[in-house]
């Protein structure tokens, strides 16, 4: 159910490896019909254009930032420091900590500068939550975000034949 839309949640991760994990945002938001945009952007290498990414976010469009790293890189802290939409941190299990060192560094933000973070690797409840925030004013949304939630349900409870 891919949308023809503007995008209205940006997906960014900081290095080409972290596709597998944050492709898992992309999928869940073209699921829901929710129109997206993917890049890649390093909060370390590329700084330029993270800062030109974010401080251009709202005018294109995008209601929420999805920012997915690896290792103590913290790109969704820097996005969030130069944006003033909502940003969701996934932090990636790429590292020789398995994503603590990710997760504590997303989860370490100074008072002010405010970014909500997912599970190492959640990148689809990044999208689950960037749903919710995006349903709060649109009614389409959070009918499938109900239906979703239903069909989960549903699976859930389906009993295996033993």
Do not use: C
């Amino acid at each position: 159910m891919e949308s023809k839309e503007s995008p209205r949640v940006g997906i960014i991760m900081g290095s080409a490896s972290d596709r597998q994990v944050m492709a898992k945002a992309e999928a869940f938001l073209n699921e829901l019909g929710i129109a997206n945009e993917f890049l890649t952007a390093s909060a370390h290498r590329t700084p330029e254009r993270v800062k030109d990414y974010a401080q251009t976010a709202r005018h294109r469009g995008i209601q929420v930032i999805i920012a997915g790293a690896g290792w103590a890189a913290h790109l969704a802290g820097v996005i969030a420091a130069w944006t003033d939409l909502p940003v969701v941190a996934v932090p990636i299990g790429s590292s020789v900590f398995n994503g603590l060192d990710s997760l504590l560094s997303s989860v370490m933000m100074p008072s002010g500068i405010p970014v909500a973070v997912m599970a190492v690797d959640g990148a689809k409840n990044a999208a689950i939550f960037a749903a919710q925030i995006l349903s709060l004013h649109d009614p389409i949304i959070l009918e499938r975000l109900v239906e979703f939630r239903r069909r989960q349900s549903q699976e859930a409870s389906v009993q295996v034949p033993s």
